[in-house]
């Protein structure tokens, strides 16, 4: 069983992967860290009693299906402000907030003004990798994230995204590819 | 001849992925302050429920530990081992006896059956007399 100390560590370790994993699925800093919030009380409350080394995937498993239930959440939302708005006209200024903030998060001078020319490249190439994970396809984009940023093995991928180790090898090699043409298509090589 | 696209190995997609995700690893680095105490503060709930799981289990073993503790005295929280040996064997030997007096009272009454049995006018093989059984069923008004 995961000591607290054990939890700790691994929530320590993990959290800003996971917050940056939820916000590309849902380009918003609020939502990004409430789905992160609910994956975590879900692993300590459900799952405290597991040994520290099943943790990782365990916890991926958790997030991703948070931002599922995101999804299905938002999607009943946008019913109900699709219909109230076209009964009341008043939804646009709603979305047009949404995608200032967007804007903002994405925008690289709201946090830093002046970067060296060393670091250029960087910012650049991150900039790009963030917004091409953004486009990705939510599976690719999931394969990718767990089997490389978190390093799941391909079977503890497969067994949390609930597909087989072929269909992780193959999202993993399509997401690779397209991250790799889009810095590419901006001039920078790996 | 035909010249297939160029496939990338599994080794080069597994290159191309370190070199993006290590990217990524520095803009986990640079997140706003507001975002990182969140997230701290969301650890230390998360945490908190985990000890609160943790210690209702720890209440409920202590729960369990007083309840054989006021069967075998107050001593027995704060009881050496050898003690603790010595409770563990008497509640063995106890769940012996019992085991031994409900085995004997088992046979004592299987006994007390046949005796009856024996004692009764009616012969012990009128029972297993098919012919003895069907008149006794014939007879009894309730069955059909």
């Known amino acids: 069983m995961a000591t607290p100390r054990e939890l700790d560590a691994f929530l320590a370790d993990v959290e800003r992967r996971a917050y940056k994993t939820a916000w590309f699925a849902v380009h918003n800093e609020e939502n990004a860290l409430d789905i992160v919030q609910d994956a975590m009380l879900k692993l300590a409350e459900s799952y405290g ?13 958790i997030l991703q299906n948070t931002i599922r239930d995101f999804y299905r959440r938002s999607k009943v939302r946008n019913l109900w402000t699709t219909l109230f708005s076209a009964l009341g006209g ?5 979305e047009e907030s949404d995608l200032d903030r967007i804007e903002r998060l994405r925008d690289p001078n709201s946090t830093q003004q002046e970067q060296p020319d060393a ?3 960087q910012r650049q190439m991150l900039e790009i990798l963030e917004n091409e994970l953004v486009k990705l396809p939510a599976r690719q984009r999931e ?16 067994e949390a995204m609930g597909c087989s180790q072929g269909s992780v090898k193959t999202h993993c090699s399509r997401a690779t590819q397209a991250l790799a043409a889009a810095l590419k298509a901006k001039g920078i090589q790996l | 001849m035909t010249h297939e696209p160029h496939q990338p190995t599994p080794a080069q997609d597994d290159l191309l992925a370190k070199a993006m995700v290590s990217a990524l690893d520095q803009s986990t680095g640079a ?26 289990l720890q209440l409920a073993g202590q729960g369990t530990h007083r309840a054989i503790g006021s069967l075998f005295g107050d001593s027995f929280g704060s ?29 004592e009454q ?15 093989n009128a029972l297993l007399d098919k012919g003895f059984q069907s008149w006794v069923s014939s007879g009894t008004p309730d069955v059909q």
Not at chain 1, 143 to 158: H, K, Q, S, V
Not at chain 2, 79 to 106: C, N, P, Y
Not at chain 2, 112 to 122: K, N, R, T
């Open chain 1, 49 to 61: 009693d597991r040994p520290a080394e099943e943790l990782p995937a365990l916890f991926q498993r």
């Open chain 1, 90 to 94: 008043h939804g646009e200024t709603d």
């Open chain 1, 119 to 121: 670091a250029l490249e």
């Open chain 1, 143 to 158: 394969a990718f994230l767990m089997r490389y940023w978190e390093g799941l093995d391909t079977a503890e991928t497969a």
């Open chain 2, 31 to 56: 997140l706003p302050s507001r975002i990182t105490a969140r997230l701290a503060q969301m650890r230390e709930q998360a945490l908190a429920h985990q000890k609160q799981w943790q210690s209702a």
């Open chain 2, 79 to 107: 009881a050496t081992d050898w003690r603790r040996w010595a409770a563990s064997l008497g509640v063995l030997l106890l769940t012996a006896v019992f085991m031994f007096w409900q085995a004997q009272d088992q046979v």
């Open chain 2, 110 to 124: 299987l006994a007390s059956e046949d005796s009856a049995l024996l004692s009764e006018a009616l012969p012990p």
